[in-house]
Each structure stands twice: as structure tokens, then as C-alpha cells.
Nanobody, 121 residues
Framework: EVQLVESGGSLVQPGGSLRLSCAASGFIFGRYDMSWVRQAPGKGPEWVSAINSGGGSTYYADSVKGRFTISRDNAKNTLYLQMNSLKPEDTAVYYC??????????????WGQGTQVTVSS
């Protein structure tokens, strides 16, 4: 079965950095595009970033472009999200998702359990 386990979330001050990880299993990780999705309190899910199967192409939502970097290590079956210059608006539960398009990531149903990121002073 497909399993995605996020980790790395914590409380951080504005301007700080955090790196999230997603350990994947149950499928051939290196053959699939992946995404990061987040959901703030009381709001719907928001697509954040995507990376193609080989890791050579990346995409970002305007709200995080220039601050976040998505990457992957297929040998380790792991997806990453490096988050820099964090803002309070980044506060949300972050999920990794199977699929590289907004529709695939949000509607595919293959999400992990999520990891909480709280940006506050």
C-alpha cells in the first residue's frame, strides 16, 4: 500500500527556516511526480510545490516562490521541502502528495498524515 510519512514540522520564528521530509513506500517512488500541499486552519488545501519523477523540473505557488525549494532523493524514497524566510502566513499542516499537478495532488487522495508548521514570534 502507498504510504507517505511527513516529518520536520515545528514552531519557528518569522524569517526562520525549516526542512520537511516525506518518506515514501509501497510504490516505485522514482516513477512518480510528487507535490507538497498545505492546509491552514479553517481553510481548504493549497498546492505549494511539485517536482517531476526525475527531480529535474520543479514548480512553485507564487506565495512561496523564491523562498521554498522542493527536492527528492529517489535512492532514499524521500521528498523534501526546504523552507526559508518563513512568514506567519506559512502556518499550516504540510502534506506530501502523489502527483505533480494541482488536480492530481489535491484529488488523487494519496497524502501523508501531515506535519504541523507554525510560524510565530
Amino acid at each position: 500500500e502507498v504510504q507517505l510519512v511527513e516529518s520536520g514540522g515545528s514552531l519557528v520564528q518569522p524569517g526562520g527556516s525549516l526542512r520537511l521530509s516525506c518518506a515514501a513506500s509501497g510504490f516505485i517512488f522514482g516513477r512518480y511526480d510528487m507535490s507538497w500541499v498545505r492546509q491552514a486552519p479553517g481553510k481548504g488545501p493549497e498546492w505549494v510545490s511539485a517536482i517531476n519523477s526525475g527531480g529535474g523540473s520543479t514548480y512553485y505557488a507564487d506565495s512561496v516562490k523564491g523562498r521554498f525549494t522542493i527536492s527528492r532523493d529517489n535512492a532514499k524514497n524521500t521528498l523534501y521541502l526546504q523552507m526559508n524566510s518563513l512568514k506567519p502566513e506559512d502556518t499550516a499542516v504540510y502534506y506530501c502528495a502523489l502527483g505533480g499537478t494541482v488536480v492530481a495532488a489535491l484529488e488523487g487522495g494519496y497524502w501523508g498524515q501531515g506535519t504541523q508548521v507554525t510560524v510565530s514570534s
